[in-house]
């Protein structure tokens, strides 16, 4: 199964609503990744999990909170979004951390109203 | 800004014709990859290239890697009407102090629109 799952796969959301992207795998990968993707643009890092714990924080406002709670799932809990942060989210897992290929979900298509 | 810088931004071609995407990067790297990505979906990684190799294949693929330019090369060959899409160069960089790079962090380029004529 080489296959990362993202769910929804479509979100609009409020300003002032709370809600969370889901993100999993099954390859035993051990680092996974947060992506921001606006239209026509290149995938920007926002958070990397190496072993369950947070690695890298690319200055992400505190709106945006990772949380990884077993080696196969990866969150985003979105809380009080600007229109602006509308874009695509991808995640995205390795084997581990550096060096290797990463494996990219379908993402979640979000619009903040 | 962005690591890797790409030309062209948008290619054109028929179905048969090769195509080739170059990218530029500044700092030291681990390693180069290159992904696809079809319009509003997920990446698919095509490739990685090491910072001691030069030349890799796969299939109708062929990357070149030179850091003394700090460039690499992607070589479509043969396209089909089904290789269209965005593809993106991504570098992993070798961390050292001050450069704000660590371990796990992939800089994409800006991408080049391919599109392949039936």
């Known amino acids: 199964d080489t296959e990362v799952t993202q769910t929804p796969k479509h979100l609009v959301m409020g300003m002032t609503n709370k809600k969370s992207l889901k993100c999993e795998q099954h390859?035993?990968?051990?680092?996974m990744y947060w992506y921001k993707q606006k239209a026509k643009k290149p995938p920007e890092l926002m958070f990397v999990?190496?072993?369950?714990?947070?690695?890298i924080n690319e200055s992400v406002p505190s709106r945006f909170s990772p949380e990884c709670p077993n080696s196969s799932l990866l969150n985003l809990h979105l809380h009080a979004l600007q229109p602006e942060d509308s874009a695509l989210y991808l995640c995205?897992?390795?084997?581990?951390?550096?060096?290797?290929?990463?494996?990219f979900g379908p993402g979640t298509r979000l619009t903040v109203t | 800004s962005q690591q890797g810088e790409e030309d062209p931004q948008a290619l054109s071609i028929q179905e048969g014709e090769n195509a080739t995407m170059n990218c530029s990067y500044k700092?030291?790297?681990?390693?180069l990859q290159w992904y696809r990505q079809n319009s509003g979906r997920g990446l698919v990684h095509l490739i990685l290239?090491?910072?001691?190799?030069r030349e890799k294949h796969s299939g109708r693929l062929r990357v070149t890697l030179d850091t003394s330019k700090k460039s690499s090369s992607l070589l479509i060959t043969a396209s089909r009407a089904a290789d269209t899409a965005s593809y993106f160069c991504?570098?992993?960089?070798?961390?050292?102090?001050?450069?704000?790079?660590?371990?796990?962090?992939?800089?994409f380029g800006q991408g080049t629109i391919l599109t392949v004529h039936p």
């Open positions: 995205a897992s390795s084997r581990f951390i550096a060096a290797y290929e990463q494996y």
């Open positions: 700092t030291s790297i681990n390693n």
């Open positions: 999990y190496s072993y369950e714990k947070l690695s």
């Open positions: 991504a570098t992993d960089a070798l961390p050292s102090p001050g450069s704000g790079t660590s371990y796990g962090k992939l800089t």
């Open positions: 290239i090491r910072s001691n190799e």
């Open positions: 390859m035993g990968h051990r680092a």
